[in-house]
């Protein structure tokens, strides 16, 4: 587990990173025809990776320390606001035009505690950010976070993304009928062939009802062992249905 003694470190790799990701930015923009979002963790998902040491399906130690020693948690958590901020603006100013802060684990939690001990500081990252960039959208995105919908999406964000687990209508009957949404296909369903990659993203068109506030996402990303063949099938059918 660590502790505070490590907060000092994470300057240090934050300047040893930047360069690196504003290079890989730059040389983006240059290449790609579309628009390259910024992205980083959340506060409380990279707390949890740095309080653990490693993944874990408890979270234990970060409750821990969530529960028994609440003026750390927030000491680790303003830190890393800083970080989150700092990695975006880094990307946005290297020509990332949108961003995207991912709350992975966020799921963990409850929703008292997620507004009481996580919430705060996500908003301080999105606001940073907006005084930073006015005009810039920010997705903010979460795995198995249905129940923390309403929350997640109160946090300054342009954006809601859905898990897979939850349906865009449900999302917009709870969250209002305009809201944007990142509405995702199920990752899994990429490895199990064309037919049925496509069917699962049919299904997720099918639930927008071609409302125009969506952005077609594949979940929490591609897995190392998908098909690039499926992955283009699917690009394909979703411009070939969207277009106007």
Not at 63 to 87: A, G, N
Not at 159 to 165: A, E, F, K, T, Y
């Amino acid at each position: 587990m660590r502790t505070s003694a490590d907060l000092p470190r994470l300057r240090e790799l934050e300047l040893g990173d930047i360069e690196y990701v504003t290079d890989t930015v730059l040389a983006l923009v240059r290449e790609l025809r579309v628009p390259l979002l910024a992205f980083a963790g959340a506060p409380f998902t990279v707390a949890s990776y740095l309080i653990e040491g490693r993944p874990s399906r408890t979270y234990q130690n970060t409750k821990r320390i969530m529960r028994t020693d609440e003026v750390l948690w927030h000491e680790i958590m303003e830190r890393l606001v800083q970080h989150s901020v700092t990695f975006i603006s880094a990307q946005l100013d290297a020509g990332a035009e949108a961003f995207q802060v991912f709350d992975s684990w966020a799921g963990a939690l409850s929703r008292p505690d997620y507004d009481r001990f996580v919430r705060p500081h996500t908003t301080a990252v999105f606001s940073a950010l907006a005084e930073r960039h006015p005009g810039v959208r920010g997705i903010h995105y979460g795995i198995g976070c249905d129940h923390l919908l309403e929350s997640m999406d109160s946090v300054g964000n342009a954006v809601i993304g859905l898990d897979w687990r939850t349906g865009i209508t449900n999302a917009r009957r709870r969250l209002g009928a305009d809201t944007v949404v990142q509405g995702n296909l199920d990752p899994a369903l990429v490895l199990a062939g064309t037919d049925t990659a496509l069917s699962g993203a049919a299904s997720v068109l099918d639930d927008n009802a071609g409302h125009p506030g969506h952005i077609f996402n594949l979940g929490h990303g591609v897995q190392p062992d998908s098909d690039p063949g499926v992955l283009h099938a699917i690009v394909d059918y979703v411009h070939e249905r969207t277009q106007r």
